[in-house]
């Protein structure tokens, strides 16, 4: 009789710890930033006019742009007025705007930006194999900010990581992107890239 118990009761059992080891992995590799509340508060004030004329205004960005001046990681970098390093072009019915950095280098990183639920929101794929997802925060004029959320496939908090971001629109053809790091939980050296269309 005990035995029948056990045999009815143990796959549920297994089940069920796989199911708890399985959360527990996804937890470990997707590292959250803010606080759940801060989210919701984000969610709360989202400007949807606002977001889509921000929106707007990366779908201008698409082309190739080339690098003027600036750094990574504190490392100066070459201008190059032959070879594009920065190029923007829309996907799925203009729905989001595909922007390759170190564009068609084995170092290129792919950034996505989107409309989630009306808030201007980005997903980065870095060359540091990360994932920092981040949302526009609520601003008018020429800089679109973002905030970062979390960082996905990113196990261990004191990592090397994108954790800000900014495009900075200095003219018509010219854009400035400033990208914030962050190691061992603090500040590390940004990059900056002054670009320019074509």
């Known amino acids: 009789m005990i035995n029948d118990r056990?045999?009815?009761?143990?796959?549920m059992l297994?089940?069920?710890l796989?199911?708890?080891?399985?959360?527990?992995?996804?937890?470990?590799?997707?590292?959250e930033i803010l606080p759940t509340q801060?989210?919701?508060?984000?969610?709360?004030?989202?400007?949807?006019?606002?977001?889509?004329?921000?929106?707007?205004?990366?779908?201008?960005?698409?082309?190739?742009?080339?690098?003027?001046?600036?750094n990574q990681l504190g490392k100066e970098l070459e201008?190059?007025?032959e070879v594009p390093f920065l190029t923007y072009a829309t996907s799925a019915a203009e729905n989001c705007v595909i922007e390759k950095l170190f564009a068609g280098q084995t170092k290129?990183?792919?950034?996505?930006?989107?409309?989630?639920?009306?808030?201007?929101?980005?997903?980065?794929?870095?060359?540091?194999?990360?994932?920092?997802?981040?949302?526009?925060?609520?601003?008018?004029g020429?800089?679109?900010?973002?905030?970062?959320?979390?960082?996905?496939?990113?196990?261990?908090?004191?990592d090397l990581h994108i954790s800000s971001h900014s495009l900075k629109f200095t003219g018509e053809d010219t854009l400035t992107a400033l990208w914030g790091a962050t190691k061992e939980q603090t500040a590390a050296s940004s990059s900056v890239f002054n670009v320019e269309r074509k």
């Open 142 to 158: 020429d800089e679109i900010v973002f905030q970062l959320l979390a960082v996905g496939n990113m196990s261990d908090p004191n």
């Open 79 to 81: 201008p190059d007025p």
């Open 14 to 16: 297994l089940l069920g």
């Open 38 to 70: 801060s989210v919701k508060a984000l969610e709360s004030t989202v400007d949807v006019k606002l977001s889509e004329r921000q929106f707007e205004k990366i779908k201008s960005l698409v082309g190739n742009w080339y690098l003027t001046g600036g």
């Open 108 to 140: 290129e990183m792919t950034t996505v930006y989107f409309l989630d639920k009306g808030q201007l929101s980005m997903h980065h794929y870095c060359s540091l194999g990360n994932q920092p997802s981040m949302v526009a925060v609520p601003a008018e």
């Open 18 to 31: 796989a199911v708890l080891g399985c959360s527990k992995v996804e937890n470990e590799t997707d590292q």
């Open 6 to 11: 056990w045999t009815r009761f143990l796959p």
